[in-house]
């Protein structure tokens, strides 16, 4: 219970953030993130809120999300049992990718929530989420399904789900998306200290 209080102090502290001009003005909702702090082992970290999370102030409600699920199902995880958020709270105009200032005036409260949570396991999807948490200019394509260890947390990159939504639902495609997730599987199995 005291996750869930301190990120409600967390939300609360961000729910009328004011800091980027464009996105403040665009946005209909800040979406904060879902999940049980208190028994969440996972953080997934997406790119930014597309139109639908911003209308239903919760992210990956989409298409994208539905093969979230799926994969996370694949390994017998429920989406109640993860904590989803994004690189930003704001949805882009349009869209578009998030860019750097917007990035940087969101990574505070992004610590802020990896902190608090403390997850076993961060799953980053899509390239500005790796390359925003990982510090690295490397792509997803040579990055994803190799764990780094952050700070005693393993950072699993991955592809976006939306991936196969491009790729016509390529089965070669889902595999390498299962095979990631997989790793945070057998991650999730192996014990930690404070567990």
Known sequence: MEKSNKLNELKDNYKDCPKCNELCSNRTNIVFGVGDPDKCKVVIIGE?????????????VGR?????????????LSRDEVYIT???????????????????????????????LNPKVVITLGNFSTKYMLNTKDGITSVHGKPVEIEGV???PMYHPAVLLY????????????DDFIIVKDILNEKREDD
């Open 48 to 60: 930014a809120p597309g139109m639908n999370e911003d209308l239903k102030n919760e992210p990956f």
């Open 167 to 178: 790729s016509g639902n390529n089965p070669e495609k889902r595999k390498e998306l299962l």
């Open 64 to 76: 994208s999300g539905q093969i979230l699920n799926s994969l996370l199902a694949d390994i017998g």
């Open 86 to 116: 994004n690189t930003i709270l704001c949805r882009p105009p349009d869209n578009r990718n998030p860019n750097s200032e917007e990035l940087q005036n969101c990574r505070p409260r992004l610590d802020e929530h990896i902190k608090l």
């Open 154 to 156: 393993k950072i699993i």
